[in-house]
């Protein structure tokens, strides 16, 4: 399936012009999703689900810098975690702090499949990124690389300037794993 030229030819004008996107700040439902995810894969065995609050664990809501400190000295076996990214300890935290405001699922397949490529990859897809309406299509931004990643709700493109567009693939086959990894 070729990508519409109506896309490609709004991508192109998005990125000569910074008009159409601009770098949007990382909305809190954003946050919210990624943090449960990474809390149910590397904390949940340990502070149960809902978040149990022992030995002052409390104290993380909304406190990065306190997760990164127990993990640095190793707080109940929590060195393990020290790969953990800065930006993935603030979303654990705003969790912690707001799990039951958190929707149990994404409110649709493209937000799912988008807030899991951006944890998936987060070492290529910086900064992280809000979804933006353009035409047909939900694009994201990403100003490091370069990228855009964008659905038109049936498909998964990546648009790079060096590359061009790519499809890739049906938005469906992604459902599956992200939802897997607790999106």
């Not at 519409?4 to 601009?22: N, Q």
């Not at 770098?23 to 149960?48: D, E, R, W």
């Not at 994201?140 to 709700?153: A, K, N, W």
Request: aromatic share 8%; proline share 5%; net charge positive.
């Amino acid at each position: 399936m070729k990508p519409s030229l109506s896309f490609l030819h709004r991508v192109s004008l998005a990125m000569l012009t910074g008009a159409v996107l601009s770098v949007p700040s990382l909305s809190q439902a954003q946050t919210l999703a990624i943090g449960k995810s990474l809390y149910a894969t590397h904390c949940q065995s340990c502070h149960n689900a809902p978040p149990r609050f022992i030995d002052g664990a409390q104290k993380a809501a909304n406190n990065a810098n306190l997760i990164r400190q127990s993990i640095n000295r190793g707080l109940g076996g929590m060195d393990i975690l020290s790969f953990l990214s800065d930006q993935d300890l603030k979303d654990v935290a705003a969790y912690i702090g707001n799990y039951q405001g958190v929707p149990t699922s994404a409110s649709t397949n493209t937000e799912r499949v988008l807030n899991w490529a951006e944890w998936k990859f987060q070492d290529i897809l910086l900064p992280r990124s809000s979804s933006q309406p353009m035409g047909n299509f939900t694009v994201r931004q990403y100003t490091t690389p370069g990228l855009y990643v964008g659905t038109d709700g049936t498909s998964l493109y990546l648009y790079s300037p060096a590359s061009g567009m790519s499809n890739l693939g049906a938005l469906s086959t992604y459902v599956p794993q992200a939802q897997k990894d607790g999106f």
